[in-house]
C-alpha cells in the first residue's frame, strides 16, 4: 500500500466546495496513492507538525516507509495552538469562533487554535500578553526541525514547501541570535524550489487570484502548481 500524507493550513485543506487545492491535485496525479490530508484552515506550525506525525506513525503499521510520501506546506509562523484536556467544559465557551481540533483516536481532550486576527478572549489574551514576533518564528523553526528530525529517523520520503514567504523570512534569520542555529540546522534541500506557492501562483502562473486582495489561490493555479513545481521536483528527487 502507497500512502501520500499532506499537511498545511486553508492554502492545503481538502474539504471546500469550491476550490480544489494542491493536495487534492497532487493526490489525482498519483492515482496508485492513498490520500491522508490533514490540512486544515488557520491552523499553525504546530498543529501541522503535530497531525504529520501522527498520521505518519499510523501508517507505519499498514505499510513500510518507503511507500509513503509525505508533502507539508508550512503556514504564518504567528499562529498559535494549545491543547486542554477537557475537550466539552473548554469549548463550549461563546466566544471561541474556531472548532477544536482531535486528531488521536480516542482523545478526550482537543487542540485550540489562536489567531492573532481573531476578537475573542482567548487569542486577545495570548496576542497581547505571549506572542512576539521573533519569538513565533522560533517556534516555527523547532517545529520544522521536530518534523525533519521525525521524517528522517523513519527513512520516509517528503517534500516540504511553504505558503507564503513570510514563513520563513531570510531577511529576519541573521539579525537575531536566538534563531540562527535553528535556522541552519534546517534541511533547505527538501523545500521546493519556490519562495511560497502564493508568490509563485502571482508571478508564473498567468491567472488573477479568484478574490482580488485575497492570497488563496484559485483551483487552475493550484493545479500549474502541482505540474509544473511539485511533480518536477519529486521526479528529480526520486521520491516518486
Known amino acids: 500500500m ?48 503535530r497531525q504529520v506525525i501522527y498520521q505518519v506513525t499510523e501508517s507505519l503499521k499498514q505499510t513500510t516507509a518507503d511507500n509513503i510520501l509525505v508533502g507539508i506546506m508550512w503556514s504564518g509562523p504567528d499562529r498559535h495552538d494549545f491543547f ?32 492573532y486576527q481573531w476578537n475573542n478572549q482567548i487569542s486577545n489574551a495570548y496576542y497581547k500578553q505571549f506572542h512576539t514576533y521573533f519569538g513565533s518564528l522560533i517556534y516555527t523553526l523547532e517545529h520544522i526541525l521536530r518534523t525533519q528530525w521525525f521524517l528522517k529517523s523513519q527513512g520516509v520520503k517528503y517534500f516540504m514547501t511553504t505558503y507564503t514567504g513570510e514563513v520563513l523570512p531570510d531577511n529576519a534569520v541573521p539579525i537575531h541570535y536566538d534563531m540562527q542555529h535553528l535556522y541552519n540546522l534546517i ?35 493550484h493545479k500549474l502548481f502541482v505540474e509544473q513545481v511539485i511533480i518536477p521536483y519529486c521526479k528529480e528527487r526520486n521520491l516518486i
Open 84 to 115: 486542554v484536556d477537557q475537550y466539552s467544559t473548554f469549548f463550549n465557551s461563546k466566544e471561541w469562533n474556531s472548532k477544536p481540533v482531535r486528531f488521536v483516536k480516542d482523545s478526550g481532550g482537543a487542540w485550540g487554535i489562536c489567531n
Open 187 to 221: 534541511d533547505h534541500s527538501v523545500f521546493l524550489p519556490v519562495i511560497g506557492e502564493y508568490e509563485w501562483c502571482r508571478d508564473y502562473s498567468g491567472l488573477d487570484f479568484p478574490v482580488p486582495g485575497d492570497n488563496h489561490p484559485s483551483t487552475e493555479q
Open 2 to 49: 502507497k500512502i501520500l500524507i499532506t499537511g498545511g493550513c486553508s492554502f492545503s485543506e481538502c474539504k471546500s466546495p469550491w476550490i480544489k487545492t494542491w493536495p487534492l491535485h497532487l493526490a489525482a496525479e498519483l492515482p496508485d496513492y492513498q490520500h491522508i490530508s490533514t490540512g486544515l484552515s488557520s491552523q499553525g506550525n504546530g498543529l501541522i507538525s
